[in-house]
């Protein structure tokens, strides 16, 4: 993934061993989060610094966004039981309906390139601008990391309206709405499961509240 993105919205990778596990990336400075930005300001900066990274990639290159949706399917039903239902049934429904939708929806041909996991703690300061770190990497719709996006700061998701913040995103990047929401239900539930598994709190239960709250809502796209 880093050498198919060669610098461009991602830390550029310098040299790497595979025999070894390790990379080599170039220096860059302190995290997004570090700067004390208001939301719609970080908002800006991930939207810009993802986009510089969304290029056609070859297929089979990368996973899809169709097996990742799958993937966070099972990983959502499963995780569920284990930690014995910390949120709702009516949320994890939403989450997989959502799934659902997404992995129907994958088109090899609009596919691109996307980071997986686009946050403010994995988006440093470069010599201009910002560069993003710890990439997944997923051959997808573009909508995927503006999802992620949906996922972060739970507590002000529901401080406002969080369709709100689904369309402000589509509309910045030119992209789906439905999509940006739809991948926001799953990125919710599966990592605020996950969050919840590792005891990672307040944020597990922050994201868990938000997701049984968005699962209540009417939605028209």
Known sequence: MLEIANGQGCAKLLAHDVSLKAI?????????????????????ILCSTAERLWRPVPERALPSGAEKARWLADFIVATWEQLDHPCSERAVEHALTSARSRSDAHDDERAVLVHGDVHEWNTLVAPSGFKLIDPDGLRAEAEYDLGVMMR??????????????????????????RAVWEWGVVERVSTGLLATQVELQPLGHHMLEAADAVALLEVAW
């Open 24 to 44: 080599l990336l170039e220096r860059l400075g302190p995290t997004l989060h570090s700067l004390g930005l208001s939301l719609r300001e970080r908002h800006e």
């Open 152 to 177: 972060e700061d739970p507590v002000e998701l529901l401080e406002g309206d969080p369709l709100a913040r689904a369309r402000w995103l589509a509309r910045r990047c030119h992209l789906n709405p």
